[in-house]
């Protein structure tokens, strides 16, 4: 499993000292980072769209910017295929329920992406309408600002994710 | 009352309450005569892929036949209402552009139209193109989601990759002009914020080059597709007389023959200058209203072409009274931000009134006169209204949002019972609701 | 048709009739309500048949307190007209006009969410935007706005119907 080859900038060998292992045809890591890698490559998310960011975050999944680059074209209607929520928009008191439960049927291990400011913060809508902060429902891993975040931002946060993921290193 | 702190875990939401009351739960087959009481009851939606957004559809069904459908709206109810009256004048328009975010230039049209009206005043007529002119590029972005997305429930996934792909060219010249891809702010009481930028222009002219034979595209792609014909022609009728009823207008009301169109019948902005047609079909079924959709991205083009001619006399782009219009000048500096580098010099060095001036007008804004109005314009879903109340104060008594897509999504129930389960997607694709326009 | 010439064919039949700002508003009771809006439809030369929103507005310490205001427009002509009701504080109840217009439905149903406004007649009024849980009528004037303040560096910024405006 070549992981350690790409990474090897994390445990400090140069990128010689890397050829020169890979030349044995031999990769020592440990199981937790193979794991991790092997996370990050793949995630599905869930089509969690509510209001404008739904659309921005569709842009990003269609030709221009393509998601299909990091394996995550493939948008999963149902909860339990997937292991990233991406809550695009705002969150009201109605929703937040229905957002919990399809935040529970996801299979761990799962992540958050909050994306632009409603989701994160209730934004502009602070009023009776709407949860001031998706955070306070479910745990969230990445916060995308903007209102709403272009779709590079959006690829901007999940490749931070992507980082988290990986280097995060813990099987859960 | 309950506030907007804690959200509501516990709100019960299965299929099973009982909000389908009064539903009959006699079935007589039709084969063998016999009563049935089993029916079952489906829960489609908040979180579907095919509904649009967070609609929900409580279907009860007899087989596959939909007996009765419940659409149960307002999970993305925003309050918005509520706060445009905490906000000035000039801050409504960021709340109200948000509502149906597939159109936020009617939005910010109608509202500001309204407000114009409240203060007696109009907007010089070189902003008046430039809202024409961007209404209708947004009325073709928003036709052009209804492609991609309408295509995608349908099973059409490469019309959702090429309707977004002409987004994309149409959100550039948005970015480029406004400054932002959706939610824009641009029009604002009295005009609209700032002029094309350089280049602006011949953008907007490669963007009509290159869109008619993408149109083309999608009429070769759908046209003879049988599936694409087998799964519209027919289905989700409305008959003329219901649709009035039910208050349903735009591309639906007009595919069942009635020629409505608010930028014939009652004109704003000068559209009674503009030479185009308003499209209409007598089928009265999804296939109408994707020819009427079709068509009427054409029409825009051919209203975008006449208004780029028009913007060739240079000319203010907001009203000069200082007591209603924007202060500030707006030019993109070499931080890339825009306030213009001598007005700054101006307020801050050279004019204590001018200082004085700008601080009451950003932080106050206009004063608007008592009085009431109601503003409707032709959405790319019908009728957007905007009933707005002053009561002579700095910021809105009160905003109501007419919007097209509450009222056109009424008609669902009449459109998919007695029909088959897979059309009501085909029938929802048809009317392109935005929930956003919806819960407000 | 100009405003002041459908204004004055209106006032011909009803008193309260205003004309301002381009647009014509028929005040009336709500007794005479159903009367009123199925004449307005029925008449050849009004022929108001399309009911375009129906929403109120709330007046508190006035009398009356709720005003609710239905939007017609008329197909054949191409003419709009408002109507408006007043309600009393203490009563808010006014017969519903689903029967004649069926896309009242909803509209009734928003205004009973978000006024409170009762709508007798009406076949299923229920909340359509806030949950069924839900306790108050959030756009009625007396209702706060909601909403959490803001810590900002050290700076607390109160929620924004506790700020002072200028």
Redesign the interface.
């Known amino acids: 499993m070549p992981v350690e080859r790409f990474e090897g900038h994390l445990t400090g060998h140069t990128p010689e000292e890397v050829e020169e292992e890979v030349k044995k045809g031999v990769m020592l890591t440990t199981l937790d980072r193979a794991v991790s890698w092997a996370r990050k490559q793949s995630m599905w998310p869930a089509t969690f769209g509510l209001a404008c960011c739904a659309i921005e975050m569709m842009s990003a999944g269609a030709g221009r910017y393509d998601l299909s680059r990091w394996g995550m074209e493939l948008f999963r209607a149902s909860p339990r295929q997937a292991d990233l929520m991406i809550v695009a928009g705002r969150v009201s008191q109605k929703m937040a329920p229905v957002l919990r439960r399809v935040y529970d049927q996801m299979v761990e291990p799962k992540w958050v992406v909050s994306m632009g400011v409603c989701a994160s913060a209730g934004g502009m809508f602070t009023n009776y309408a709407i949860v001031q902060g998706v955070d306070t429902i479910v745990p969230v891993d990445i916060y995308v600002p903007g209102c709403p975040p272009k779709p590079e931002m959006l690829m901007f946060g999940i490749l931070k994710l992507h980082e988290k993921v990986r280097t995060t290193g813990t099987i859960r | ?11 019960e ?1 299965g299929a099973a309450r009982d909000e389908l ?1 009064g539903v009959p739960h006699q079935i007589r087959d039709h084969v063998t005569g016999e009563v049935r009481r089993e029916t079952m009851i489906i829960n489609m939606g ?4 095919s509904t649009h ?2 609609l929900r559809l409580l279907l009860e069904l007899d087989g596959e036949t939909v007996i009765r459908c419940k659409p149960i ?11 445009t009256e ?2 000035t004048w000039v801050q409504g328009v ?2 109200v552009t ?1 509502a149906d ?2 159109s936020p230039f009617f939005n910010e049209l109608a509202y500001c139209l309204a407000v114009e ?2 203060l ?1 005043i109009e907007a010089p007529p070189r902003a008046q193109v430039l809202r024409v002119l961007l209404c209708e590029l947004n009325r073709i972005a928003s036709h052009l ?1 209804w492609v ?2 309408g295509g995608m429930e349908l099973g059409a996934v490469s019309l ?2 090429y309707g ?2 002409e ?2 060219l149409i ?1 550039d010249i948005f970015e480029a002009v406004t400054g932002l ?3 824009h702010s641009y029009i604002r009481p009295g005009g609209v914020i700032m002029d094309l930028p350089p280049g602006g222009t011949r953008m907007i002219a490669k963007f009509l080059d290159t869109m008619p034979a993408r149109i083309d595209d999608y009429e070769r792609l759908l046209n003879k597709n049988p599936i694409w014909v087998e799964r519209n022609v027919g289905v989700g009728k409305l008959s003329a007389e219901d649709a ?5 207008t735009g591309p639906i009301l007009r595919s069942a023959g ?1 020629p ?1 169109d608010l930028r014939k ?2 004109p704003y902005s000068g559209y009674e200058t503009y030479d185009f047609d308003v499209p209409v079909r007598t089928e009265a079924d999804a296939y109408a209203r994707y020819v009427i959709r079709i068509a009427e991205m054409r029409e825009s083009l051919k209203i975008v072409e006449q208004a780029l001619e028009r913007l060739t006399e240079p000319g203010p782009v907001m009203v000069e009274d200082p007591k209603v219009g924007w202060p500030v000048k707006l030019s993109v500096g070499p931080d890339g931000i825009g306030n213009d580098e001598g007005y700054l010099r101006h307020i801050m060095e050279e004019s204590m009134e001018a200082l004085i001036h700008h601080f009451k007008m950003v ?2 804004g206009v004063r608007v006169p008592e ?4 503003q ?1 314009v032709e959405s790319p879903r019908g ?1 957007l ?1 905007m ?1 707005v ?1 002053s009561a002579n104060e ?2 809105p ?2 905003v ?1 949002i ?1 919007d097209p897509s ?2 056109n ?2 008609a669902v129930p009449t459109m998919v019972e007695g029909g088959l389960i897979a059309d009501a997607i085909a029938v929802i694709a048809s009317l392109d609701p935005v ?2 326009g919806v ?2 | 048709m100009k405003p002041a010439e459908l204004g004055a064919r209106i006032g011909d039949h009803f008193p309260d009739v205003l004309v301002a700002r381009g647009e014509v508003t028929l005040l009336i009771g709500r007794g005479e309500l159903i009367d009123v809006l199925v004449r307005l439809r029925d008449q050849p030369d009004l022929s108001f048949g399309f009911l375009s929103s129906v929403t109120a507005t709330d007046h508190p310490g006035k009398d009356p307190r709720f005003w609710v205001v239905y939007e017609l427009r008329s197909v054949a002509h191409a003419h709009r007209l408002r109507v408006k009701v007043g309600l009393p504080a203490d009563d808010p109840h006014v017969p519903s006009v689903t029967p004649l217009f069926p896309t009242a439905d909803w509209h009734e149903r928003e205004t009973w969410d978000l006024f409170g406004i009762v709508f007798d007649g009406h076949p299923d009024l229920d909340r359509i935007l806030l949950p069924d849980d839900w306790e108050g009528h959030p756009l009625r004037k007396d209702e706060e706005l909601g909403g959490v303040g803001t810590q900002y560096h050290g700076a607390f910024i109160p929620p924004v119907d506790e700020r002072t405006m200028p």
Do not use: C, S, W
């Open positions: 009352m309950a506030t907007g702190q804690e959200p509501r875990i516990g709100h939401m009351r908040p979180q579907h892929p957004g967070v709206v307002g999970y993305l109810h925003t309050g918005i209402e509520k706060n905490y906000r960021a709340y948000r975010y597939l009206r409240l007696g989601v991609a997305t959702m990759l977004f792909r987004r994309e959100l891809r959706m939610n009035l009823a039910l208050g349903v009635v409505i019948d009652e932080t106050q009085g009431e109005v109601y409707a009728e209204g009933y109340v700095h910021r008594y009160r109501h007419r509450f009222a999504l009424q929930l956003g819960d407000r």
